[in-house]
């Protein structure tokens, strides 16, 4: 059951609260001062696959086994496929008062 996290801005108070997904609601009042000054909290979640019964499997591990799965001719199509994006000119113009930043190449 996921934990949401709150804060309330009145009496500098932190709480938290179970609810199922479907059960979500935004919590207005603070139970401790009972004023309506409470705001969520955004606290990421940690998320794992387990690689064997005692190790970890992180993004770096899965980037590098989906790279061994694939052909020399696969990869280079690939990196070509992103330089081609990388090189691209944007696609609309900016909004007014906004402006691009040139980005440094390797």
């Known amino acids: ?12 108070k932190d709480f938290e609260v ?8 935004l919590i207005n009042t603070c139970p401790i001062c009972k004023q309506q000054t409470v705001v969520m909290r955004f606290t990421p979640q940690n998320c794992y696959v387990k690689l064997a019964d005692s ?7 899965l980037a590098s086994r989906n790279s061994e799965n694939k052909s020399s001719d696969e990869i280079a199509s690939i990196k070509r496929k992103n ?20 980005r440094n190449e390797p």
């Open 18 to 25: 179970f609810q199922n997904i479907q059960d979500f609601c």
């Open 83 to 102: 330089m081609e994006y990388r090189h691209k000119g944007p696609d609309k113009p900016l909004p007014p008062g906004m402006k691009r930043v040139k």
């Open 55 to 61: 190790e970890i499997k992180t993004l770096g591990h």
């Open 1 to 12: 059951m996921p934990t949401y996290e709150y804060h309330c801005k009145n009496c500098l």
